[in-house]
């Protein structure tokens, strides 16, 4: 039998609404709570799969370290701390006034380039600009000390 020879309408021998709507009201609310406390652990559980994805992809790129990157941190850190003990050695006697300025122009800039290193930790250029402004900062400082 061809397609076309099929007839394009079919009426149904009976109605089915009334049964349809006869099985969606003949719920109970006992029924209706039982499915609900069947229903509450599978929804519990899919939310703490979903909340425990969120969590390990939050913290994921964080266990993926680039081993450069990591090594070029450590050398900022340590230069960083080399910088700090040598300003720390130096006497603690008020600066000349007039150096006031340059030192705090410094110190900015240490903070901006140890920013963009965040940003950029291949950076060897900044690197190198930090332990600049370092060795600028620690030659002014004592320059000031000695007149």
Do not use: F, K, N
């Not at 003990?85 to 603690?92: D, G, R, S, T, V």
């Not at 340059?102 to 290193?117: P, T």
């Amino acid at each position: 039998m061809a397609l076309r020879q099929l007839p394009r309408t079919v009426q149904p021998t009976r109605d089915l609404w009334p049964g349809i709507a006869a099985r969606i009201g003949a719920g109970s609310p006992a029924q209706v709570r039982a499915l609900r406390r069947r229903r509450l652990p599978h929804l519990a559980l899919a939310a703490s799969i979903a909340l425990l994805a969120l969590g390990v992809t939050r913290w994921w790129p964080q266990a993926s370290v680039d081993p450069q990157a990591q090594m070029m941190q450590q050398q900022v850190t340590a230069m960083t701390r080399e910088y700090d003990a040598a300003l720390a050695q130096l006497p603690q006697a008020a600066l000349p006034p007039v150096l006031a300025p340059g030192l705090q122009a410094l110190d900015a800039s240490a903070v901006q380039i140890r920013r963009a290193l965040q940003q950029a930790p291949h950076s060897t250029r900044l690197i190198a600009q930090l332990q600049h402004t370092y060795a600028l900062r620690l030659r002014l400082s004592q320059r000031g000390m000695h007149g």
